[in-house]
């Protein structure tokens, strides 16, 4: 290999690693601590309107419906039950995603006294899943949990993936442990 040339396979290397690790997704949850948990059985999702207003962009259709598929299927995996009328709590979402400038600067060379890098300006495109349980009578929240990453693709498959991922990982700590 010609001597600029590995400087420069190390800089991929490097930011292959920089960018891959930075993607991990983090899941973070609150609750009201005087809610009670115990009792609930049974849900429904909250009736959803235009989200008007909203900053950033929304999740493609396909996504929505593989959310509310992924919602559905681990809430009765926790033995809740889905109802029409008359539910226990009521779910709701929001879901988007905003891109995000940023930069590194990634150091090539490194001699006594002297270093030389590279700085790089990216865009990263930050998804964002709130999953919300409230009361039917009074529209109170009392859990609220929600996971962030970075959407790497814009790949329909790989998105809705990832929010069947988001949905496992945040609905885990559900119902809240005391």
Known sequence: MRPLTIPLCILCILLAVGFGGCSTMQVKSEYEPEASFGGLESYA????GEDEGRRGR????????QLVTSVDRELAAKGYRKVESDPDFLVNFVAATQDEVGERTVITDERIGYASGRSMVYVERQGALVLMISEPDSDRIIWRGWAT???EDPDVEKLVKKVDEGVTK?????????
């Open 45 to 48: 999702w909250l009736e959803r």
């Open 58 to 65: 929304r999740l493609a259709p396909v996504a929505v419906r």
């Open 149 to 151: 990453d970075v959407v």
């Open 170 to 178: 945040v609905l885990a700590q559900f119902p809240p442990e005391r």
